[in-house]
Structures are given as structure tokens and as C-alpha cells.
């Protein structure tokens, strides 16, 4: 096995790229679950993303454009959430799931004609001045776009929930519907609106996977990377700085495999293919067995809202 | 002003009826959605519907496949029902599916070439302890450090997905097989053949757990203290504790079946239809399963009679595919949308639909 060829910048640099679709479908589904609402589609809405995002790019030839129509498209699949959950008051579980099974199903069927095509290719945005900066340069500052708007994100929605007045009302809904419906806070709007956004921000994950990460578009791209997301909400304890170091961890174990398989380390390819996989379970573990682990859970979270007068 | 007013009771009527209506509804947005791909919609609804049933050409062939595809979904729905009623959320059957068959398929491939009655029973009580242990891992995780088993079971899918890649490709690979991965045909090895017992109805004994499973079922939820404590736990958590209903063996109870029964689906099909150990032979029946309980209502009955129609979209989407090109994407698409129009429709069952007249504020 030859070691050496890992370069150490190259690894930490890529890093960044493989966190990015699981920090933004992760930071997306935060702020669903800080309103109280569990959204399982995850994985369903990233796919869809990833091929709104695929044709529009490929047959506009902008990245850009691409990037707009995957959280549309993410945002769109997310309604049909919104719509059984908040208007037909469906359980949040079974409806989250059926919103993964119909999105694998329909980006499998959108992309039929666009498998093996190539997608315009998306510039570095290189930060002058700083993208020169031995070791850390490269590592942080020759990026696209979308991996410096996933970290102005993380701090946007961290402040958002912290300081602004919507996003109390956010919370109080997340905490207390109920308290929150007696103050005239429009809990159905509050959280139609939050799975609004939980959906562009998984479309937009989906479409860096299929865009920038890969780049290009295959059945079952996503390949679980919005379950781990799930997953890193449990573990960033829905706070949003945290979901950035699980993000991050999640990626770095992610890349790590992917160079040991391509530098043939002496470990079963499957065993290191599953270890994302065993990361997160051992994680949800770790996180669970502390005493509080759950308790910083929004109280409402899952519970359906029915007002009844 | 239409307002919903909660029922005091579910209605008995609209739960029987919204499952009907709900395919009756998918059936028109299905069309909706043939038509808008370019193909006739009438044409599509009636090769997946009613072709692989009475088409003179097809139905020799496709009738029997009913049950063959049933059989599994069957099996795990049972089994999945019993934790969905009780909010214990097991969404990794296609994990336990998988690590039935394998746990089946390496015990019976150990005895290799030896021919003896006893090697496909032995197959079958390691299939199912295989799904069964795969479950308890989610399980044991969730009664002992309170882990989110929706999470985990997931996250166990794609685990095992690598463990029978490995399976197909080293430790259980044909040695006899020119190099190419999947294992020995399990279906040509008398000892571990899992045949079609009445010729021409696809009848194998995966069928036969299968209508099992439903009678057993039965009985459990309807006439046994286990099944009571089940619904109960589902519709008061709170109540049932105070009854002294032992929520973390039910969790045990609940997830331990589903994955016994996930666990013998999949070693019935590796010794059966599928024949072998291959990298693709998780077909998803896992997933599905899911649609399938819900759509016959979390109730044995129901499952069986939902089983049957979900085999049919899958034996009825291959004709379609066949004979008019339509994608085999658009089967999944369709079976989501079924799930979906159940379940919002389910609002008619606990809520009533009130015209009211808007109150002076």
C-alpha cells in the first residue's frame, strides 16, 4: 500500500467538496425539525434536485441555472410533503418515506436520456489574495461558489434562529404549536414555510453531487447521503455550528475511504464503502447513550398540529 | 368555510374504503403521468392491470409470478405491520431481507455437495435467525441507548448492500463459476432448492410462510394479549405504560419479527426465484413492503390483498416496459404516488369534513 500517495492538502481540500451536499441537506432539515416537522424525504428531495439541476445545466449550459432549478425542483417535491402533512395532517414518518420512494423513482425516470452526458463545468471561484496562501490557499480559499454559500449559510441560519424575530417564531413553533397557535403565530404557514426551504436546500445538495462532486448524472446518485444527513441533525443536537463539524467529519471519512480504496489499501473495498454508513450508526450511538443527547429535540417534533377552533 | 372536525372513533367505513379509492386515484394520476410521457394512458393502466391476468399470451405466464412477487412483500409487510402499529418505525427490512438470504445461502453452501433433506430447513432456520439478529441490532441499540431505529435500520441497508456485494464477489462466489460473481445456483442444488410446489400457480414455500405469516398474524392482533398490547402502545404510549405493557420487550418483539420474517423472505427467494447470490439481488421488495403495509392498512387481510396488487404493478410495469417502452422507473414513481394518495386521504378516516359557516370574530 503506498501512503505517500495521499497528499494531505488534496485530501483536506476535497473534503470540503464531499461535505457540502450533506452540510446543505443537513442545515435544510434542521431548520424543518426546529419548526417541529420530521421530514424522512430527504434523500428523495436531494435526488430530485440532483436531476432538475442535471437537465437545466446541461441544456442551458449554466451551472447557475442548474443550481436555481435543483431547489426549485427540491422545493416543489417538498409542497407535496407540505400539502399531506400540513393540510391533510398525514403522519410525518410514512409521508417522509413515500416522498423518498416517489423521488428516487421520479429522478430515475426524468434522467433516463441524460445518463453518460457531460454537465458544463462549474469555475473555481479563487479567493484573490488569500488563494496563494501555502497549505491553507488551496485548502480553503479555490472553491466554487457553492461551497463558500453552504458556509455563509451554516452562519446565516445559525443568526437567523438566534437573533431574528422569525426565527424565535420558528422555534416557539417547533417547541410549543399549541402556545404558539393561542399568541396568532400561523403554525401551518411557519412550517409550510420551513419545508419549503428544507426542500431547496436538499435540491441544491443533489444538484453539487451531480454537478460538482461526480459531475454527471446516474440512478441512485445520492446513494444515502440524505439519511446521513438525517443523521447529522441528531448529531449536530440541532444546532446549526455543529452541523458543520458533522458535515465535515461525515466528508472526511467519506474521502478518506475513497483514497485508501484508490491507493489499495489491503481492506476490503466493501468494508471501507460501508464505513460512512457505520460512522453514522456508531455517532447516533454516542450521541443517544449521553443523558441529554435527545433532550435539546424540539418537543414538537413529529407531532401533527390540528386546530380546533 | 370547510373545516375538519376530528372524529371521535376512525371510521370503519372510510378505512375500508380509502385504500380502494387510493388506487383508484393513482390509477388517474398514473394515467396523467403516461399520458404527459407520450404513451396512451389507457393502454398503459390496462397492460399493468388487467394483461398479466387475462391476456390470452400473457397470462400463462404472468399468473403465476403473482404470488412469486407477492410472497416476499407479503412476508415483510406482516412483519413491518406489527411495529408500525405499535410507532416502532423498522425501515430496513431490505437490509434484513438481504442478510437472511446470505445467512441462509452460506449455511447451505457450507455443506456442499452433500445431499441430505435436512440442509433446507437448516437454510431456512439460518435465514431467519440471519434477518432476525440484523434486526436486533437496531433494536438492542434503541432499548438500551434510546438510538433512533429509523436511522439505524436505514443505515443497515446499505451495510448489508456492501456485505452481499463481498458475498457475490469473494466469500460466497461460485468456484466452478468462470470467474463471474454470484454464487452457486442455489435453485439447480436439490438440497437447497426451494421448488415450485404445485406446477403452473407459482406456489413455492415462500408462499405457503407467507399465507402463514397472515393467519398467524391474525390471531395475534385480534385474539392475543401480545397484539392488544401492540395497538395499544400505537394509539397511547402513555396508557400502555400504565397498563404495564413492557414497551422495550415490544420493541424486541416487534423488530425481532419483522426480521425473522424479512430474513425468510429473502432466503426463499435466493433458494427460489432469484437462484443465486448475486450483487443485485436486493430488488427493493424491502422498500416496498413499506407501501404495501400501509396500503392494506396495517391489517393481515389487508396486507395480503395489497401483496397481490403491488406484485401485479410489478408484474403488469415489466409488460408495460416490454410491450409499450414505458421505463421501469415510472412503476416506482407510480407505487409512490399510491403510498402518497393513501395517506392523505387517510384524513378521512379520523376527521370529518364540515361546512361551516364563518363565526363573527
Known amino acids: 500500500m503506498d501512503f505517500g500517495s495521499i497528499n494531505p492538502v488534496v485530501l483536506l481540500a476535497s473534503l470540503m467538496v464531499a461535505s457540502t451536499p450533506i452540510l446543505l441537506a443537513a442545515l435544510g432539515e434542521m431548520v424543518v425539525e426546529k419548526s417541529g416537522v420530521l421530514n424522512l424525504g430527504v434523500e428523495g428531495m436531494m435526488i430530485t434536485g440532483a436531476v432538475c439541476g442535471f437537465i437545466v445545466a446541461v441544456e442551458s449550459g449554466s451551472p447557475t441555472l442548474g443550481f436555481i432549478a435543483a431547489a426549485l425542483g427540491g422545493m416543489a417535491l417538498s409542497m407535496v410533503f407540505a400539502l399531506l402533512t400540513q393540510v391533510f395532517l398525514t403522519t410525518q414518518v410514512p409521508a417522509g418515506l413515500a416522498l423518498t420512494l416517489m423521488g428516487v423513482g421520479l429522478a430515475s425516470l426524468l434522467g433516463q436520456n441524460y445518463q453518460g452526458l457531460k454537465p458544463p463545468p462549474v469555475t473555481d471561484l479563487n479567493i484573490p489574495g488569500l488563494d496563494h496562501i501555502p497549505v491553507i490557499g488551496p485548502i480553503l480559499f479555490q472553491h466554487d461558489m457553492i461551497v463558500y454559500v453552504s458556509l455563509l449559510s451554516i452562519a446565516g441560519v445559525w443568526a437567523f434562529l438566534k437573533y431574528s424575530r422569525a426565527g424565535l417564531i420558528l422555534r416557539a413553533v417547533g417547541e410549543n404549536h399549541s402556545a404558539a397557535h393561542a399568541l396568532g403565530y400561523p403554525v401551518r404557514m411557519v412550517r409550510i414555510v420551513a419545508i419549503g426551504f428544507g426542500g431547496a436546500m436538499a435540491g441544491l445538495g443533489g444538484a453539487y453531487i451531480s454537478l460538482i462532486r461526480v459531475p454527471q448524472w446516474t440512478d441512485g446518485i445520492t446513494a444515502g447521503y440524505g439519511w446521513i444527513a438525517l443523521a447529522i441533525v441528531v448529531f449536530a443536537s440541532w444546532k446549526a455550528w455543529r452541523i458543520l463539524i458533522g458535515a465535515y467529519l461525515f466528508g472526511g471519512i467519506t474521502v478518506l475511504q475513497l483514497n485508501l480504496q484508490a491507493a489499495g489499501a489491503k481492506v476490503p473495498v466493501e468494508l471501507l464503502s460501508m464505513s460512512p454508513f457505520l460512522a453514522t450508526i456508531v455517532v447516533l450511538v454516542v450521541i443517544s447513550a449521553r443523558r441529554h443527547g435527545a433532550s435539546n429535540a424540539p418537543a414538537m417534533l413529529g407531532r401533527i398540529f390540528h386546530a380546533s377552533h | ?361
Not at chain 2, 437454510?123 to 441490532?137: D, H, P, Q, T
Not at chain 2, 410462510?209 to 398474524?217: D, R, T, Y
Request: proline fraction near 5%; aromatic fraction near 10%; charge should be positive.
Open chain 2, 1 to 361: 368555510m370547510i373545516k375538519f372536525v376530528k372524529r371521535p372513533e376512525p371510521s370503519k367505513a372510510w378505512t375500508i374504503a380509502t385504500p380502494i379509492l387510493a388506487v383508484i386515484l393513482t390509477m388517474i394520476l398514473g394515467g396523467v403521468l403516461f399520458a404527459l410521457m407520450g404513451k396512451d394512458p389507457f393502454a398503459a393502466i390496462r397492460t399493468i392491470f388487467w394483461d398479466p391476468l387475462f391476456n390470452d399470451q400473457f397470462a400463462a405466464y404472468s399468473r403465476p409470478q403473482l404470488l412469486v412477487k407477492a410472497a416476499p412483500l407479503i412476508l415483510i409487510a406482516i412483519g413491518l405491520s406489527l411495529g408500525f402499529k405499535a410507532g416502532i418505525w423498522n425501515i430496513g427490512a431490505e437490509g434484513q431481507y438481504i442478510m437472511g438470504a446470505l445467512a441462509g445461502a452460506a449455511v447451505g453452501l457450507a455443506f456442499y455437495p452433500t445431499d441430505a433433506w435436512w440442509i433446507f430447513p437448516l437454510m431456512v432456520i439460518a435465514g431467519g435467525i440471519g434477518g432476525f439478529l440484523w434486526a436486533m441490532i437496531p433494536a438492542i441499540l434503541k432499548t438500551r441507548f434510546n438510538t433512533n431505529e429509523i436511522l439505524v435500520s436505514l443505515m443497515l441497508v446499505y451495510i448489508a448492500e456492501q456485505l452481499l456485494a463481498s458475498a457475490a464477489l469473494s466469500w460466497l462466489r461460485n468456484p466452478e463459476g468462470n470467474g463471474f460473481p454470484g454464487s452457486r445456483n442455489l435453485s439447480q442444488i436439490p438440497a437447497m432448492s426451494n421448488p415450485e410446489l404445485i406446477a403452473g400457480t407459482g406456489t413455492h414455500w415462500g408462499v405457503v410462510a407467507a399465507f402463514a405469516a397472515v393467519v398467524a398474524a391474525y390471531v395475534l392482533i385480534n385474539k392475543h394479549m401480545l397484539g392488544f398490547q401492540i395497538r395499544l402502545t400505537g394509539e397511547s404510549p402513555r396508557a400502555a405504560r400504565f397498563a404495564g405493557v413492557k414497551d422495550k420487550l415490544l420493541v424486541l418483539f416487534c423488530l425481532g419479527t419483522a426480521g425473522v420474517l424479512s430474513g425468510l423472505a429473502g432466503l426463499f427467494e435466493v433458494t427460489g426465484p432469484a437462484g443465486q447470490i448475486s450483487i443485485d439481488f436486493g430488488a427493493g421488495y424491502g422498500f416496498t413492503a413499506i407501501i404495501v403495509a400501509f396500503l392494506g392498512r396495517l391489517h393481515p387481510v389487508g396486507i395480503l390483498l395489497a401483496g397481490l396488487l403491488l406484485a401485479l404493478t410489478f408484474i403488469g410495469g415489466e409488460l408495460a416496459q416490454f410491450m409499450l417502452g414505458l421505463p421501469s422507473a415510472s412503476i416506482q414513481v407510480f407505487q409512490g404516488m399510491l403510498l402518497m394518495t393513501l395517506l392523505g386521504m387517510d384524513i378521512f378516516v379520523n376527521y370529518r369534513l364540515m361546512v361551516v359557516k364563518k363565526e363573527a370574530l
